[in-house]
Nanobody
């Protein structure tokens, strides 16, 4: 079992930055992947970024590539999502999740993830 807690959300203006944190209690195994997803009102949950714990292999959605950066601090059992050049369309609840058996092909698929946090709201004003 692992519990995930997201933090760092808030209300900011377009063009600014935010950093989200996802801290895990319980064991993160070397083969696990940690992903960030988001869900805006009336929309499906969508993939944002993911990182494989040991390999430090990272993938991004096209919509955030070059603006968002995912990273991890193994000593703190924490994954970060640095979000730059924020746009109003980035407004959503952001969730982190753990996939115990990831492949590069499945890391973008929310149904493959085993544990989820409660989410943190990010609101970007224009």
């Amino acid at each position: 079992q692992v519990q995930l807690v997201e933090s760092g959300g808030g209300l900011v203006q377009a063009g600014t930055s935010l950093t989200l944190s996802c801290t895990a209690s319980g064991t993160i195994y070397s083969n696990d992947a940690i992903g960030w997803f988001r869900q805006a009102p009336t929309k499906e949950r969508e993939f944002v970024a993911a990182i494989r714990w040991r390999l430090n292999d990272k993938i991004y959605a096209d919509s955030v590539k070059d603006r968002f950066t995912i990273s991890r601090d193994a000593a703190k059992n924490t994954v970060y999502l640095q979000m730059n050049s924020l746009k109003p369309e980035d407004t959503a609840v952001y969730y982190c999740a753990v996939d115990r058996s990831p492949t590069r092909a499945t890391m973008k698929i929310s149904d493959k993830y085993d544990y989820w946090g409660q989410g943190t709201q990010v609101t970007i004003s224009s």
